[in-house]
């Protein structure tokens, strides 16, 4: 028999998008382990086009703006490039170069709510599909300590619990009957 004919595949894109939690457990808040705790916190990862931060915070008690560098060195928050209020925050890099992030509550930045990443690659010129439900992603290294986020409820269990619940009630009423 002939050997099957080895077919060439395409290579698959090398780069896999990944998802920070910025801070990890930390999550987004006032560090209590010093103003640079953001910065050391993105120190040796290497941002791409095409990651998503999260920010993890309570509405109201934070938010993340995106600055330029001035106000970023400075902690001006008088004239943020855009504001997200509703936590957790998802930000998608989709342009390379210099990144400015920090919270415009009074004085947060000031004590170290602020975070400067580099991104590499290719800008993102077209909208991609989202990929926020991509079950290849890869999953988020967590930490031992879990991310104040709370999880998403899980969608069908606890109806099911509560569906399940009264036949088994009746089934023990029917053994007793039985019996
Ligand atoms: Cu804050």
């Known amino acids: ?79 943020p490039i855009n504001t997200i209020s509703n936590g957790p925050a998802r930000i998608r890099l989709t342009n390379s170069g210099e990144h400015y992030y920090m919270c415009t509550f009074p004085r947060h930045c000031s004590l170290g709510q602020k975070l400067v990443i580099n991104v590499t690659g290719t800008d993102v010129t077209a909208p991609t599909p989202s990929t926020a439900s991509t079950p290849s992603s890869p999953t ?8 104040n986020s709370p999880p998403a409820p899980s969608d069908s269990a606890p109806s099911l619990v509560l569906a399940t619940l009264p036949l088994t009630f009746l089934s023990f009423a029917l053994l007793r009957l039985l019996n």
């Open 1 to 79: 028999m002939a050997p099957a004919p080895s077919v060439s595949v395409a290579p698959a894109p090398t780069s896999v998008a990944q998802t920070y939690i910025v801070g990890d457990s930390l999550g987004w808040s006032v560090p209590t382990s010093g103003p640079n705790s953001y910065q050391r916190w993105a120190n040796g990862k290497s941002f791409k086009v095409g990651d998503t931060l999260v920010f993890n915070f309570v509405n109201g008690t934070h938010n993340v703006a995106m600055v330029s560098k001035a106000s970023f060195d400075s902690c001006n928050t008088t004239s």
């Open 140 to 147: 988020v290294p967590s930490s031992d300590s879990p991310v």
